[in-house]
């Protein structure tokens, strides 16, 4: 569907307005698209964009990827395939070889590098007929399910656009929610609050392949080598210990006050960085809220962050947005591809079987994410980690098989196949 130019005056229809072009929002678009619905797919930044992230996609992704088509195109770009997990805790190292998976897909974790996968699923949603509103921001949210009012914002001009919708799905990847729908107040600012940052590097002494795990006393991180030779070292902060940083280096920049904490706590961060040099500034983002949005009663449609965020230890992020999309599509598509789009009446019960897969499929996922991060984040259950997984290195390549593994069951993503656009 093509936006005439006096469409600030008239309010365009579409089936389905997705807020957010993240993993969830454009996943969601191309497979409505695909199944003939009219799409609008509204994203307030240009690409490439600005955001805290490990960009490690584990193995379970590929399938995810294949039925959206675009597991072909992003194999090349992939970067290295993740064949080695560490864990570093303190001067401590553990190295363990990973198990390639079953099947016909990745049999490993890959890191792609920043905005590779963005632009993939962006031009798929573009090719396959989503109308892509970018940089166009959601600013007033007015109706209900089956009758949404949405009235957007151009991000880089004064102009506006009014669109309706029967479907609307939140995929901000936020915890706010969507403009002028009530949210429980976020809780007050705590001691234990998460905040991320990310560094990217050239010349790191790490090896490629190797997903290297860091347990921090008061956070935990990660470090891997992607496409082009760019190592990502990312990490989750406590807030009382990121105030403690700065206020012993007040001269110093946040990030520069984060990068001196992780090369003092970690030999294996502090070896990998000798003779490495910064690729631009530090990337900063929190406090992280990990844990479920998702509402059974909600008239909205949440995927993705927006759904539940797991605490990134698992590098799991991007699966859980493709997969939490494949799940209410499945439902909004009723498994088939041509069905007709929900009214106001259908979308309840379409909401609380979606919030049922989702439980069962991704709850347990960010359960097991949180048990991990705490565990990590605490110096006497990450000394009692090292241990065991030194005597049985089968634990951590346990850990990991439940990021690398395949899609967990739940309804198909309904269009399969690729299809020329
Ligand atoms: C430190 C750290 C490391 C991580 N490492 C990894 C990793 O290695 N691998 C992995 O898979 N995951 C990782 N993640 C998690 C991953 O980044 C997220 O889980 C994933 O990006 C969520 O995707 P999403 O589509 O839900 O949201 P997002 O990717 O956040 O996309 C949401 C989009 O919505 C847009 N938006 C918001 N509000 C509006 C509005 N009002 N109007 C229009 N657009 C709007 C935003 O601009 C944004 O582009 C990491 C996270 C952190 C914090």
Redesign the pocket.
């Known amino acids: 569907m093509k936006i005439p130019s006096d469409a600030a005056r008239a309010q365009v229809k579409f089936d389905a307005v997705i807020?957010?072009?993240?993993?969830?929002?454009a996943a969601a678009a191309i497979a409505l698209a695909r199944a003939g619905w009219s799409v609008a797919l509204?994203?307030?930044?240009r690409f490439p964009?600005t955001?805290?992230?490990?960009?490690?996609?584990?193995a379970g992704c590929q399938p995810l990827l294949a039925a959206l088509g675009v597991a072909a195109e992003l194999d090349g770009r992939a970067g290295p395939a993740l064949r080695r997990l560490t864990l570093h805790c303190g001067e401590q190292e553990l190295s363990t070889e990973l198990a390639a998976a079953p099947g016909d897909g990745w049999p490993w974790g890959r890191a792609p590098g920043p905005g590779t996968l963005d632009d993939l699923l962006l031009e798929r949603a573009r090719a396959v007929g989503a109308q892509v509103l970018q940089p166009?921001?959601?600013r007033t949210l007015q109706g209900g399910a089956g009758a949404w009012f949405c009235e957007l914002r151009a991000v880089e001009s004064p102009a506006l656009l009014r669109l309706r919708a029967s479907v609307l799905i939140d995929?901000?990847?936020?915890r706010e929610g969507?403009?002028g729908r009530p949210e429980p107040r976020p809780p007050s600012p705590d001691a234990a609050d998460l905040f991320?940052?990310?560094g990217s590097f050239t010349g790191t002494a790490l090896a490629e392949g190797v997903f290297a795990t860091l347990a921090l006393d008061g956070g935990y991180g990660?470090m891997v080598v992607g496409a082009g030779g760019i190592t990502a070292l990312?990490?989750?902060i406590r807030r009382d210990r990121l105030s403690g940083l700065r206020c012993a280096a007040p001269g110093l920049r946040t990030g520069d006050a984060v990068q001196a904490w992780l090369q003092r706590e970690c030999g294996g961060v502090r070896r990998a960085l000798a003779g490495a040099t910064l690729q631009g500034p530090w990337l900063a983002?929190g406090p992280?809220v990990p844990g479920a949005r998702l509402r059974a009663d909600d008239e909205v449609f949440r995927?993705?962050?927006?759904a539940g965020?797991?605490h990134?230890i698992l590098?799991?992020?991007?699966?859980?947005?493709l997969q939490s999309a494949a799940l209410l599509c499945a439902r909004l598509l009723k498994d088939r591809p041509g069905s007709p789009v929900p009214d106001g009446l259908r979308q309840p019960a379409l909401q609380r079987a979606y919030a049922a897969d989702w439980q069962r499929v991704l709850a347990p996922r960010l359960r097991l994410a949180a048990l991990l991060a705490h565990a990590a984040m605490r110096p006497r259950s990450a000394a009692l980690l090292m241990s065991v997984a030194r005597v049985w290195p089968g634990l951590l390549v346990s850990g990991a098989r439940w990021g690398r593994g395949r899609a967990a069951p739940g309804p198909a993503l309904p269009v399969q196949q690729p299809q020329s656009s």
């Open positions: 807020v957010g072009a993240g993993s969830a929002g509204v994203e307030q930044q964009r955001r805290v992230c490990g960009e490690c996609l584990v166009w921001a959601l995929a901000t990847g936020a969507l403009p991320a940052f990310r990660s990312s990490c989750c983002s992280l995927i993705g962050n927006a965020a797991a990134p590098a799991e992020g991007s699966r859980h947005a």
